[in-house]
C-alpha cells in the first residue's frame, strides 16, 4: 500500500475493498446510503464543522448541522445546498488561522439540514464539534434524551490546542488527560459509544470530494470498538484513511495539542517504516 503519487491513484486505491497491508485499517463493504448511520454535528456552522458537514453529505450521509439557532446554520446549509460551496473571511481573535472555504461541489443528492442544538439528540451519531470548553455544557441539555439509547459519539475537542480566543487551555493535572474521558465519565451512560478522531485535521484540507492533499490521507482514530467500526466507515466514504489506535485507554496520547519530541519520532518513525501518512500542513 504505497503512498499515493496522485489523487487519481489515490482514489482507487482507497475505493478498493482489499484490506490494506500496512497500518490502515480494513475498510468495509461499501452499503446504500439509506443504511448509513445519521449524524448530527454540534458545532456545524464553526470552521470543521462546515467543511465536515460537506464532506459527510457529499459522502451519502444524512448530516444535521447544529447551532445555538437553527437560522445561523440554515444560512450555511442553503448556501452548501445551491452547489455554491461556502467560503467566509474569519475575523476578530482568530483572523489569519483559516477561513471557512468549502469550494463549489455538486450537492444536488445531499442529506443535508439545519437544527438547532437539540436536534443533536435525534441522530445515531452525535460529532462534538465545539471548542472543548463547549462540548459539555451543549452535550448536558440533551442528556436527558439520549441517555440509555445507544448513541455513538464522536469527540473531535482539543483541550489542550491553545487559541489566540482564549480556548484550549488545557485541563486539571489531577483528572483524566483526555477531554473524551472526561465527557464519557460525565455522560455515565454506559449503553453509548465513544470514539476520538479528526483530532489533527485542518479543516482547510478537507473537501467534499476528499483531502486537499491527497498525498497525506490519513487519520488517527480510538476508542470503543462499536463506535470505531463507524467512525472507519466514516473516514473512508468521504476519501481519506484510518488508523486505528487503540481503545480510550490510548485518548491521552492523541489530543491535538500535546506535543513532544518521542511523539513527532514517533510519527516519522511510522511514515518511513509503516508508510503512514498523516495529514499535516494548511
Not at 442529506?111 to 439528540?121: C, H, I, Q, S, V
Not at 460529532?127 to 473531535?156: R, S
Request: aromatic share 8%; proline share 9%; glycine share 12%.
Amino acid at each position: 500500500y504505497p503512498p499515493p503519487a496522485s489523487a487519481a491513484i489515490y482514489i482507487t486505491m482507497v475505493t478498493s475493498t482489499t484490506p490494506p497491508s500496512g497500518p490502515w485499517a480494513p475498510r468495509p463493504s461499501d452499503r446504500p446510503k439509506e443504511e448509513l448511520p445519521s449524524i448530527s454535528v454540534i458545532g456545524g456552522t464553526g470552521r470543521m464543522g462546515v467543511h465536515l458537514c460537506a464532506a459527510w453529505a457529499n459522502a451519502g450521509y444524512d448530516v444535521t448541522m447544529c447551532s445555538r439557532s437553527k437560522e445561523k446554520a440554515q444560512v450555511i446549509v442553503d448556501e452548501l445546498l445551491s452547489g455554491k460551496g461556502y467560503q467566509k473571511k474569519v475575523t476578530g481573535a482568530n483572523a489569519g488561522q483559516g477561513d471557512y472555504c468549502v469550494p463549489p461541489c455538486n450537492a444536488k443528492d445531499w442529506r443535508l439540514r439545519a437544527g438547532d442544538n437539540a436536534a443533536a439528540a435525534n441522530a445515531d451519531i452525535i460529532v462534538l464539534g465545539t471548542m472543548y470548553e463547549q462540548a459539555w455544557p451543549i452535550l448536558e441539555t440533551i442528556t436527558p434524551i439520549i441517555k440509555g439509547k445507544g448513541k455513538k459519539i464522536l469527540d473531535m475537542t482539543n483541550p489542550f490546542l491553545s487559541r489566540p480566543d482564549g480556548y484550549g487551555a488545557g485541563l486539571p493535572k489531577d483528572g483524566p488527560q483526555a477531554g473524551i474521558l472526561i465527557h464519557k465519565e460525565k455522560l455515565d451512560d454506559p449503553t453509548a459509544k465513544w470514539a476520538g478522531a479528526y483530532k489533527h485535521i485542518l479543516w482547510t484540507l478537507i473537501l467534499p470530494t476528499g483531502p486537499k492533499n491527497p498525498s497525506r490521507p490519513d487519520i488517527e482514530v480510538f476508542g470503543d470498538k462499536d463506535a470505531v467500526d463507524d467512525i472507519v466507515e466514516l473516514i473512508y466514504r468521504h476519501g481519506w484513511r484510518p488508523i486505528v489506535r487503540g481503545g480510550l485507554d490510548a485518548a491521552p496520547d492523541y489530543e491535538g495539542g500535546k506535543v513532544s519530541c518521542c511523539k513527532i519520532f514517533g510519527n516519522l518513525k511510522r511514515e518511513f517504516g509503516e508508510g503512514e501518512k498523516l495529514s499535516v500542513g494548511w
